[in-house]
């Protein structure tokens, strides 16, 4: 039997460097460039992305958009304070959720989220001790969630959000995320355009982020490791535009681990991306050979975490450790709202 030791991706990360809140301007944040052949490190600007992208080459993007999921409420018999998290729509009105504080929220339990504008009924608890909740409300839903409900930005982040857009792509289209696909906030509008302008392709897949991602690996050996199944969705029309290039001799561009797991489980043994929808609990992991993915630009992750072994499997474990060394001691910023890196 193989093992892998979650403590082979560990590495050392000084608190400050952890980034709080998200810069000015998006395209500004810092990017380590590696090279995955020979290991070679450049440090450059986000915006400078263009200068590592070939004309024919085809960069995938994660268009989910974040939904203001944290809702602050109390029980309708005793008034007590509960904060549930939304996690997946199982039905039209009803939502697999993470409740705080959860031994109190037995099945039957009703929930009041803005002085009645929202109700909830505990219907079940599920794995890990998940509510099954059932929403009740009059008039749209996605409203209401607008107006009570606040971003759930991961635990690493204390401080308070300003304005709901910056933890949201700028290509945000389709509802559903538990968490940001945060390489690609750094791309603007404008970045965009002059990645287009080039020649190069850009492909929009969906994958709804669950909090899964964030989940800690809890065993040793990794291979123990079960991943959270998230749902993702590949059109027609950008299958052929990632398919077409490979054929072509482009290299595929993944922004993010998100788009990352999307085009890998989307794809056949034969390395093309079928369109579809479905769900993926795909675990990348050193040993991984991947199908369709030739670059990818990324977010400092984790230590330990699923994200930085989906890295290593594509760079090297030593390698990225390296990197990560690196990108310390040069005090670039990590986590969701902090710099980049592009592994060419």
């Not at 809702?71 to 998290?85: N, P, Q, S």
């Not at 791309?187 to 492909?203: H, S, Y």
């Not at 990794?222 to 959270?228: A, E, F, N, T, Y």
């Not at 056949?268 to 769900?279: N, P």
Request: hydrophobic share 40%; net charge neutral.
């Amino acid at each position: 039997m193989q093992t892998m030791n979650v403590k082979d991706f560990y590495y050392d990360l000084p608190q400050e460097l952890i980034a709080q809140d998200p810069l000015k301007d998006r395209s500004a944040s810092r990017l380590l460039v590696m090279n995955r052949e020979s290991g070679k490190l450049e440090h450059r600007v986000f915006k400078d992305v263009v200068d590592y992208l070939r004309p024919g080459d085809c960069l995938v993007i994660n268009d989910t958009r974040v939904i203001p999921a944290r809702l602050f409420g109390v029980k309708a018999d005793t008034g007590a304070k509960i904060e549930v998290l939304l996690l997946k729509r199982r039905d039209q009105n009803i939502w697999e959720t993470l409740v705080k504080p959860g031994r109190k929220c037995r099945p039957g339990t009703e929930i009041v989220f803005g002085e009645g504008l929202l109700r909830g009924t505990v219907l079940d608890v599920v794995e890990e001790g998940n509510r099954l909740i059932r929403f009740s409300f009059e008039g749209i839903f996605e409203e209401i969630l607008d107006r009570l409900g606040q971003m759930p930005l991961p635990p690493y982040i204390t401080h308070q959000l300003q304005d709901k857009n910056r933890y949201q792509t700028v290509y945000a289209k389709h509802d559903g995320s538990a968490a940001a696909p945060t390489a690609g906030l750094h791309f603007t509008k404008e970045l965009l355009q002059q990645v287009q302008d080039m020649g190069v392709k850009i492909a929009h897949v969906t994958l709804h982020v669950g909090l899964g991602t964030f989940r800690p690996v809890k065993v040793d050996n990794i291979l123990d490791h079960h991943m959270h199944s998230e749902f993702y969705m590949v059109e027609e029309a950008e299958a052929k535009k990632i398919n077409d290039t490979r054929a072509a001799g482009g290299r595929v561009i993944c922004v993010g681990t998100t788009s990352c797991r999307t085009v890998e489980s989307a794809a056949g043994e034969d390395g093309k991306v079928r369109a579809g929808s479905g769900w993926t609990d795909i675990f990348i992991y050193p040993g991984y050979k991947f199908k369709v993915l030739d670059c990818l630009i990324t977010n400092f992750h984790l230590p330990e975490s699923t994200l930085v072994m989906l890295v290593s499997a594509l760079a090297g474990r030593e390698q990225v450790l390296e990197a990560y060394e690196a990108a310390v001691k040069e005090g670039y910023r990590f986590f969701s709202f902090g710099d980049a890196m592009i592994i060419v």
